[in-house]
Nanobody, 115 residues
Framework: QVQLVESGGGLVQPGGSLRLSCAAS????????FGWYRQAPGKQRELVAG???????NYADSVLGRFIISRDNAKNTVYLQMNSLKPEDTAVYYC?????????WGQGTQVTVSS
């Protein structure tokens, strides 16, 4: 049974940082593409960052230069380092693992950026 468990969300002030983690089990971790998505209230879920099995990364324009996605195949974990956070980054962040769509989803972790 595949499980993706996100953690690391919380409340942070504008300009602050958070690191999200996605711990995966029940799958051949190293061959999967992983994506971090987010969904704000009243908005569609959007891709924030992705990382291929080979380590290539892609980012949404809105987070480029502020967020960094990485993976640790030995720990079956994907990370999203979020720096210089803005109020518009407030959302539920989801981890997705796939070889092809739709793949598997975690339950999400709330990130709130507010003073």
């Amino acid at each position: 049974q595949v499980q993706l468990v996100e953690s690391g969300g919380g409340l942070v002030q504008p300009g602050g940082s958070l690191r999200l983690s996605c711990a995966a089990s029940g799958l051949a971790f190293s061959v999967y593409y992983f994506g971090w998505y987010r969904q704000a209230p009243g908005k569609q879920r959007e891709l924030v960052a992705g990382i291929t099995s080979g380590g290539s990364t892609n980012y949404a324009d809105s987070v480029l230069g502020r967020f960094i996605i990485s993976r640790d195949n030995a720990k079956n974990t994907v990370y999203l380092q979020m720096n210089s956070l803005k109020p518009e980054d407030t959302a539920v962040y989801y981890c997705n693992a796939r070889v092809s769509m739709p793949g598997y989803w975690g339950q999400g972790t709330q990130v709130t950026v507010s003073s």
